[in-house]
């Protein structure tokens, strides 16, 4: 199919005012698969996590060398997993390792270890321990339990037996995610703060920094890129109403607003901004998200923390998971660079 062709063709399938903004890579991809399968906000939840929509870059590391998964207690004495990717000592060395923890994508519904297999796989090549967080899920468990789940993980690697267990350096932490993963990270920016624990970086990607599964209406939402992207082909407004009936459903958001602190729903709606750690803001250019994630970015700056910021061009919410988009290649390399950067790894 020449580009012609993919742009009549996706014409009809995009609007107008989007689909001159995205890649023509994207379009080929959305023409050719994406439209031939119904969007999974259309099936019961219960359907889509026997059926996953696996991404190119899902890929079981289980059995991967060096890999290896553990078992982790959350606040409420919860079990939930952890799988950890160390990197080569022929080109690393033989540690302590700094470490990275990572939170996938998904919503707060769906995503598991397999989810960003390959993105933890890329970024232990920095020469760091990965630790890829499987927090829990909604709506099996509440909202929020998320966050605790995370937290413990934090502090397992931080002052638990994770440092020495994992041959790390307790000082040299940095933590990042996807999405909903980046959600769970903005607040733990601000948990190790209060709770004195240095980070070395934030590397939040395409973050969601308000309630907006709690929305009724996209029109709910004060960004101007919510409204303009709400037919965004991977994240439209139908989808994240989806995931919102499950993580923060109407019925519940009074119970929740009561059980956790406001900003824990709003991250942007934060009292303190002072004394953060550096941040890696990185927002899709089209991508209902991409305003309140820059704007989170903003509120750091404000109070006097380093922010760097990259908007990928032509790009829509998922595109981290695309390896046909010339951007995902950039978004490896960029991963990689900023925690060589942020743990001391570049070498003169």
């Known amino acids: 199919m020449n580009p012609t062709d993919t742009a009549g063709l996706a014409a009809g399938l995009i609007e107008e005012h989007i689909r001159v903004r995205l890649d023509p890579a994207f379009l080929q991809y959305y023409v050719d698969v994406v439209s031939r399968k119904p969007p999974n906000h259309t099936a019961p939840i219960e359907h889509v996590r026997l059926h996953p929509d696996r991404s190119p870059i899902a890929i079981d590391t289980a059995h991967h060398e060096r890999v290896a998964d553990h078992v982790l207690f959350s606040g409420d004495g919860t079990p939930f997993t952890v799988r950890v990717y160390h990197p080569d000592p022929a080109t690393s060395g033989p540690g302590p390792y700094p470490v990275h923890l990572n939170h996938h994508g998904g919503g707060f519904v769906v995503g598991d270890l397999i989810s960003e297999g390959q993105l933890c796989l890329s970024m232990r090549t920095a020469g760091i321990v990965v630790v890829d967080v499987a927090y829990r ?9 998320c966050v605790q789940d995370a937290w413990a993980a934090l502090r397992w690697v931080t002052d638990g037996p994770g440092a020495e267990l994992l041959n790390i350096n307790p000082a040299s932490v940095s933590i990042g995610g996807v999405s909903a993963g980046s959600h769970i990270c903005l607040i733990l920016q601000h948990l ?6 240095p980070l070395r ?14 929305y009724r209406s996209w029109e709910d939402s004060p960004f101007p890129s919510f409204g303009e992207f709400r037919a965004d082909p991977t994240l439209p407004w139908e989808r994240i109403r989806y995931l919102g009936s499950h993580a923060m459903p109407q019925d519940r958001i009074a119970e929740l607003r009561a059980m956790w602190p406001d900003w824990w729903l709003a991250p942007i709606r934060a009292s303190n901004w002072k004394g953060l750690c550096d ?4 927002t899709a ?3 209902p998200l991409r305003d309140e994630g820059e704007a989170y970015g903003m509120k750091l700056v404000a109070g006097g923390a380093k922010v760097t910021f990259k908007r990928y061009l032509g790009c829509p919410h998922t595109f981290m998971y695309m390896p046909f988009l010339k951007q995902k290649d950039e978004y490896d390399r960029d991963a990689v660079d900023a925690l060589k950067l942020a743990h001391g790894l570049y070498k003169d």
């Open 201 to 214: 970086l934030c590397l939040a990607s395409v973050p969601p920094s308000t309630d907006g599964l709690a």
């Open 279 to 282: 941040t890696f803001i990185r």
């Open 192 to 197: 190790a703060r209060d709770a004195g624990i």
């Open 137 to 145: 899920l909604c709506p099996e468990s509440v909202w929020g339990k």
């Open 285 to 287: 250019e089209v991508d």
